[in-house]
């Protein structure tokens, strides 16, 4: 079985603003408690981007089919938010969450084949503290194999479209995949 783990607000903010959430209710969709705070409680705040609203609608609409995992990092996030309001969460603590909850899966030898959906290097550059265990996947080999199993239309088309809205996000998006597939 595999599950979509989305490893930090990237890949979803990217599925937003090119109006492509739909792509993951083809998949068992898991995020940990950290990555949903990053991306679909943004949509609560005020002024929000578009995404995020877009976000908070997709989980609104579809949160039985979300599973959101507790994790010990979003834990400690919390202690410290209720030990001190002004409490800045530190960088990387949603792709920290991830790598927590594979730890565990991977302790308890889980049958979970999880797909860790990624857009930035971090993942790259601690592939060795990770178990031995899933399948890492960039937003754009997901896309290329979504257009391969007729999911989407057009994987260039879908670039396009997340490109029209966060033109910044091609610096990091487009990272060469480990070439695996869905």
């Not at 940990?32 to 705070?37: L, R, S």
């Not at 202690?79 to 308890?108: C, T, V």
């Not at 550059?125 to 007729?150: D, H, V, Y």
Request: aromatic share 10%; net charge neutral; hydrophobic share 45%.
């Amino acid at each position: 079985m595999s599950v979509v783990v989305i490893s930090d607000a990237g890949p979803l903010f990217s599925f937003a603003a090119g109006d492509l959430l739909s792509i993951l209710l083809r998949f068992p969709l898991v995020v940990t408690d950290v990555i949903k705070e990053e991306t679909f409680d943004k949509g609560l705040l005020p002024g929000c981007s578009i995404e995020a609203q877009r976000l908070l609608s997709f989980y609104n609409q579809h949160a039985t089919n979300i599973q959101v995992i507790p994790t010990q990092v979003g834990h400690t996030i919390r202690s410290a938010r209720q030990a001190d309001p002004k409490y800045q969460q530190p960088r990387n603590m949603g792709e920290l969450s991830i790598q927590s909850y594979l730890i565990d899966l991977y302790a308890q030898k889980s049958p979970i084949n999880p797909l860790v959906l990624f857009e930035d290097n971090w993942f790259f550059e601690r592939q060795s503290a990770f178990p031995n265990f899933g399948t890492l996947i960039s937003t754009e080999a997901f896309l290329r194999n979504a257009e391969q199993l007729k999911i989407i239309k057009s994987a260039v088309e879908a670039r396009k479209a997340i490109n029209a809205a966060r033109p910044n996000a091609s610096k990091v998006f487009f990272i060469k995949d480990l070439g695996q597939a869905i």
